[in-house]
C-alpha cells in the first residue's frame, strides 16, 4: 500500500440546487439545499483512500458543529487523522456551492479554521512528509504553509503533485511552480497563461508556460475534453473522457488530483495514472456532491479497463 499525505482544507459544503446558476443580482429559487463533507483537500484524501492508499492528512477543523462531523467523516475512510487540529474560537472552512441541473457549479469558500494551518505546523511533520510516497497539495490553506510543505516535500525528496486551486487573487507566487506535477483546470490555466485550452495546440502553449516556470510535469483537467498531458521538449499529450452522465461535477477535480497522485505512487507511467486519473473524474461527475462522489478503486478499474 502507498502512502499519501494530504495536506489541506477541510470544508463542509453548502449545496443549493437550482436549474441555473445565478447571475450577479439575481435571486434564483433553489430545488434543494445539502450540508456534504467537502474541501479540496479532504476530498482528495477521501478519494485517495477510496483508491487505496493509506493516506495521513494534515489540516484543521473549528471547535463548531462542523468539525466532529468533518473529522468523523474522514476517520470513516480510514484517513489518519493524528494531525488534523480541532481549532478554539473559529469555525469550519464552508463552501457556498451553486449546482445548476447541467451538473456545473459555483463556488465561494471561506475558510474558517483552514486559515489557521500554519507553516510552522507543517515544520513540525517533516517526519510525515519525508515518509510519504506523494504528497498532495492545493491552495485554500495558507500559502506560506504549501511554501513550507513544499521545501520539506523537496528536501526528503518526496514527489509533490499540487493542484492550483483556487488560483490566488494577485501575483501567483514562483515557489507554486517548483512541483513534480501541477494539475491546473481549464480556468486556472487560462488564469495563470492567458491561454484557453480548446485543443492539444492550445495545450501544448499553455503547457509550455508553466513547465517553463518551473513545474516538472504539467497535467491540464480540461472537464469534457479529458486531460492534457505536457512534458518539456513534445506536444501534449491528449487523454480522451471517459464518458458518463453529469450530474455534479463538483470535486471531479479532486478526484483527478487523487488517482493522479496514487498512480503515479504505484509506478504507473503518466500516460496511464492520467488515463486512470480521467476515469476517476468521469466516475465522481456522475454522482452528487463532494466526498459522496469520490469513486473506489474497483469502480476506476473497470472502467478503465473497457
Ligand atoms: O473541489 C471542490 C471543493 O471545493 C468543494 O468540496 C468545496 O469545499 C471547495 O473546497
Known sequence: MKNLLVIGSINMDLVVKSDQLPKPGET??????????GGKGANQAVAAA????????????GNDGYGPLLLEGLKKESINVDYVAVEDNISSGIAIIHVDKAGENSISVVPGSNACLSRDTVKARSEQVGGADVMLVQLEVPLETIEEAISVAKSSNTPVVLDPAPVPTGLFPEFLYNVDVFTPNQSETLALTGIRVVDKASATLAGLVLLDRGAKYVVIKAGDLGAFIV??????????????????????????????????????????????????????????????????REEVDAIVDL
Open 50 to 61: 477510496r483508491l487505496g492508499a493509506g493516506v495521513t492528512m494534515i489540516g484543521a477543523v
Open 28 to 37: 434564483l429559487m433553489g430545488t434543494s439545499m445539502e450540508t456534504i463533507p
Open 231 to 296: 512534458t518539456s521538449g513534445s506536444d501534449a499529450f491528449h487523454i480522451p473522457v471517459f464518458p458518463s452522465s453529469v450530474v455534479d461535477t463538483t470535486a471531479a477535480g479532486d478526484a483527478f488530483s487523487a488517482a493522479l497522485a496514487l498512480g503515479l505512487a504505484e509506478g504507473k507511467p503518466l500516460v496511464e495514472a492520467t488515463r486512470w486519473a480521467c476515469a476517476a473524474g468521469s466516475i465522481a461527475v456522475s454522482r452528487a456532491g463532494a466526498q459522496p462522489a469520490m469513486p473506489r
